[in-house]
C-alpha cells in the first residue's frame, strides 16, 4: 500500500495504464458507433499515453531549479506528453484530465487522499473547459463522477480514495446508456469513459499491489446506431469570436450572462490574478459585433480574433516570422499530391497534437490556418493551435470534414487579403461544399436509412447514411442524384484505394445523362475505406 503519490508511483501508474489500455484497445475500438471500419478510441488514447510515457522517460527523474514537487513535475510532464501526443477527441480530453490533475497538486508536498480528490475536480473541469459544448453520457461525466465520489469519502486514505473513485467511474460508465441515446441504441457504453475507467482502475494497482480491474458492462441486444452525439458546438451558429481580455472578475460575470445569451461554446479563462485579470474569451455566435461590444462593456478586449466554425485560441506576443502557410491532413496519397500542388503541407492521417504543431512551425509562417478534414481531427487541430501561440504563430483552424471541403477552401485562397478574411472566406467555401462518402459496411447497424448489414454499400450524405445498397457503382450514382437534387454546379470525385476500375467513368457517364449542364472533376485519391468520396458545389 502506498500513502502518498510520489514521482515513482506517477511513472509506474503511466506505464501500467498504458499496459492496460493496450490490453483493451479492440474493445474499446468496438464500442464505437459507427457501422464502417474507422472506430479508433482505444487506438487514440493508447498513441496518447504512449507520448506521456516517453516524455517521462526522456526527462531521467530530473527537476527544475524552481517549480513543483518531483510529484508534481513527473504529473506535468505525463500531462504534456498527452497533449502533444494527442489523437481524436478522447486524446485531447485525457490530456486536459491529467494537465488539471497535475496543476491541483504541483505544489503541495503529499498527495493523499483529499489532494487525490481535489486533483480529479481539478481534471474535470480542464476537461469540461476543454469541450465548446459538454454531452452528458460521455467520458465527461464519468470523470465527474469519480471526483465526486472522492471528494465524499473526505479521507487522506489515498488507496480508498482511488478505489472508491474507481468503482464510482465504472457505475457512471454503465449508466451512459441511459443519458446518450445513440449509445441505447448501440446497445454499448462510452469508449471514452470506458478507456478513463481503465486508467483509474491502473492508478488503483499501483497504490494497492492489487489488480482492479473490472470488465466492461454487456452490451444489450440492440444494434449499432449510425450516429452518435458529438461534442462539439452547434452549427446553429457562424462565427468563432475570440479575444483577449483585461478586466475586473466581477465584470465576468455579466460577460458570461450576455455572451451566453448570443451563442453557444462559450470559454471564459482567466489567468487567476484578482481582482484584475486577463481572461482569453471564446464563443460561437452570429452577431460578431454584438460579441465585441459585451467585451467592450467589460472591460478591455485586444488581439480580437474572428473566423467561422473554428476553435481559434488568440495568439499572444512572440517572436514576428513572415507570411502565411496552409497545413492539410490527409488521407491517401493522390489526395496529398492534390493538396501539396496546392501549396498546402501536408500531414498524414491521425497525427498527434505534436505532429500537427511540427508541420505548423516547419511551414516558418507566421500565420497558419489548418484543414483537419475530420471531426476528431479537429480537436487535435485546436489544441495544436492551442500551443502555436507560445511560439508567435496565429493559427486559425477550419473545421473541413472532408477532403473535397478542403479542396474547395484551398482554390478560394487569396494572399491579398487579410488573414482573417481570408480564413472566413475558406471557410464560408468549404461550407458551401456538400460531401458525400461510400463505404462497405463493416457490422450490422440500424441506420436512420434502415438496417444494413457487413458488406452492404453505405452513402453518408455530410456524416448520416442516406442510402443503402448492394451494388457500388449504383449506389455512388443515386448519391450523386440525391446531392444534385439539392443544386450544384460541379462535382468532384476522390477514388479509394479499393474503388474498382472504371468506378469514376461510370459516375461521370451518368451525371452527363442525368445532369448535362454539371461539371465533373475525377481524381485518384487513395484513401482507405471509402471507394468514393463526392463534393458538390
Same mark, same amino acid.
Given at each position: ?45 493508447? =498513441? ?28 506535468? =510532464? ?8 494527442? &489523437? ?5 480530453? =485525457?490530456?486536459?484530465?491529467? /494537465? ?11 498527495? &493523499? ?45 489515498? +488507496? ?44 488503483? #494497482?499501483? !497504490? ?34 475570440? $479575444? ?11 460577460? /458570461? ?31 460578431? %459585433? ?10 478591455? +478586449? ?52 505534436? #505532429? ?42 477550419? +473545421?473541413? /470534414?472532408?477532403?473535397?471541403?478542403? !479542396? ?6 487569396? %494572399? ?85 476500375? %472504371?468506378?469514376?467513368?461510370?459516375? &461521370? ?7 448535362? $449542364? ?7 485519391? %487513395? ?11
Amino acid at each position: 500500500m502506498l500513502d502518498t503519490l510520489d514521482a515513482a508511483a506517477v511513472r509506474r501508474w503511466c506505464a501500467s495504464g498504458l499496459a492496460a489500455l493496450k490490453r483493451h484497445q479492440g474493445e474499446i475500438d468496438q464500442l464505437n458507433v459507427y457501422p464502417v471500419p474507422d472506430g479508433d478510441t482505444g487506438t487514440n488514447l493508447v =498513441l496518447t499515453l504512449t507520448s506521456a510515457q516517453q516524455a517521462l522517460a526522456m526527462d531521467l527523474d530530473t527537476l527544475p531549479d524552481s517549480g513543483p514537487t518531483a510529484h508534481g513535475h513527473a504529473l506535468r =510532464l505525463m500531462a504534456q506528453g498527452a497533449l502533444l501526443g494527442a &489523437r481524436g477527441n478522447s486524446g485531447v480530453i =485525457l490530456s486536459q484530465i491529467l /494537465r488539471g490533475f497535475a496543476d491541483q497538486v504541483a505544489g503541495v508536498p503529499a498527495v &493523499r487522499g483529499r489532494e487525490l480528490a481535489a486533483a480529479l475536480r481539478s481534471g474535470t473541469a480542464a476537461a469540461y473547459a476543454a469541450v465548446s459544448r459538454p454531452v452528458e453520457g460521455t467520458v465527461l461525466t464519468v470523470v465527474a463522477a469519480a471526483a465526486t465520489a472522492a471528494e465524499g469519502t473526505d479521507s487522506d486514505d489515498l +488507496p480508498a480514495v482511488a478505489g472508491v473513485a474507481a468503482r464510482a467511474a465504472a457505475e457512471a460508465l454503465a449508466r451512459t446508456p441511459q443519458q446518450l441515446p445513440a449509445l441505447a441504441r448501440a446497445g454499448v457504453v462510452d469508449a471514452g469513459g470506458r478507456g478513463l475507467c481503465v486508467l483509474l482502475d491502473a492508478l488503483v #494497482e499501483v !497504490l494497492t499491489g492489487e489488480s482492479a480491474a473490472r470488465p466492461a458492462p454487456p452490451p444489450r441486444s440492440a444494434r449499432p446506431a449510425a450516429t452518435v452525439a458529438r461534442e462539439t458546438g452547434s452549427d446553429e451558429y457562424a462565427y468563432e469570436v475570440q $479575444f483577449l481580455l483585461d478586466a475586473r472578475v466581477e465584470a465576468v460575470a455579466g460577460l /458570461r450572462r450576455a455572451l451566453d445569451a448570443l451563442g453557444d461554446s462559450l470559454v471564459v479563462v482567466g489567468d487567476g490574478r484578482e481582482p484584475e485579470g486577463t481572461w482569453n474569451v471564446h464563443v460561437h455566435v452570429n452577431d460578431v %459585433g454584438a460579441a465585441v461590444e459585451a467585451g467592450v462593456a467589460a472591460g478591455r +478586449p485586444y488581439r480580437i480574433s474572428v473566423t467561422r466554425f473554428a476553435d481559434q485560441p488568440a495568439s499572444p506576443p512572440g517572436p514576428v516570422v513572415a507570411g502565411r502557410a496552409a497545413v492539410v491532413v490527409a488521407t491517401g496519397g493522390g489526395i496529398a499530391d492534390l493538396f501539396a500542388a496546392e501549396g498546402a503541407t501536408v500531414v498524414p492521417a491521425n497525427p498527434s497534437t505534436g #505532429e500537427l504543431l511540427d508541420a505548423v512551425r516547419s511551414t516558418g509562417a507566421a500565420r497558419v490556418v489548418v484543414l483537419p478534414n475530420d471531426a476528431n481531427t479537429e480537436a487535435v487541430a485546436s489544441a495544436a493551435a492551442r500551443e502555436a501561440h507560445q511560439y508567435g504563430i496565429k493559427v486559425s483552424v477550419v +473545421p473541413t /470534414r472532408s477532403p473535397v471541403q478542403a !479542396l474547395a477552401a484551398l482554390a478560394v485562397r487569396d %494572399g491579398d487579403r487579410r488573414f482573417e478574411d481570408d480564413v472566413i472566406a475558406m471557410a464560408e467555401a468549404a461550407g458551401a461544399c456538400r460531401y458525400a462518402e461510400v463505404c462497405h459496411a463493416s457490422r450490422e447497424a440500424l441506420t436512420v436509412a434502415g438496417p444494413c448489414r457487413p458488406g452492404d454499400v453505405l452513402a453518408l450524405v455530410e456524416g448520416e447514411v442516406h442510402l443503402i445498397g448492394t451494388d457500388l457503382t449504383d449506389t455512388c450514382a443515386a448519391v450523386v442524384d440525391r446531392m444534385l437534387g439539392g443544386g450544384g454546379e460541379m462535382v468532384t470525385l476522390l477514388t479509394g484505394v479499393d474503388a474498382p476500375a %472504371g468506378l469514376t467513368d461510370a459516375v &461521370r457517364a451518368h451525371v452527363a445523362r442525368r445532369w448535362p $449542364f454539371v461539371e465533373v472533376h475525377a481524381y485518384l485519391g %487513395g484513401q482507405p475505406f471509402y471507394p468514393l468520396l463526392v463534393g458538390i458545389e
